[in-house]
């Protein structure tokens, strides 16, 4: 089984960035793909940016341009540069692994760190 543990979320005023950091331990697995969803109270988690082991990125429409997401694969983390916040990016985010070890995969969640976007 793979562990997540997420840092870097906070209070930051509109049009700040903050980062997000997410690395991934245990014992004999391969990660393939890497993510961060987010979370609104009442609402469904939703993919906000994924990146394959071969680098592949994939965004939503409402975060393009603004986030990057990146990966250490020698380091098992996986990064979320969010810039120009907006209030409307204030969620809880997750960040989500794919991972393999032997015949089994794993699908593991962070705990989720909280991004409030306010003045």
């Known amino acids: 089984q793979v562990q997540l543990v997420e840092s870097g979320g906070g209070l930051v005023q509109p049009g700040g960035s903050l980062r997000l950091s997410c690395a991934a331990s245990?014992?004999?697995?391969?990660?393939?793909?890497m993510g961060w969803y987010r979370q609104a109270p009442g609402k469904q988690r939703e993919l906000v940016a994924a990146i394959t082991s071969g680098g592949s990125t994939n965004y939503a429409d409402s975060v393009k341009g603004r986030f990057t997401i990146s990966r250490d694969n020698a380091k098992n983390t996986v990064y979320l540069q969010l810039n120009s916040l907006t209030p409307e990016d204030t969620d809880v985010y997750y960040c989500n692994v794919r991972s393999s070890s032997g015949i089994y995969t794993y699908n593991s969640w962070g705990q989720g760190t909280q991004v409030t976007v306010s003045s």
């Open positions: 245990g014992s004999s697995f391969s990660i393939s793909a």
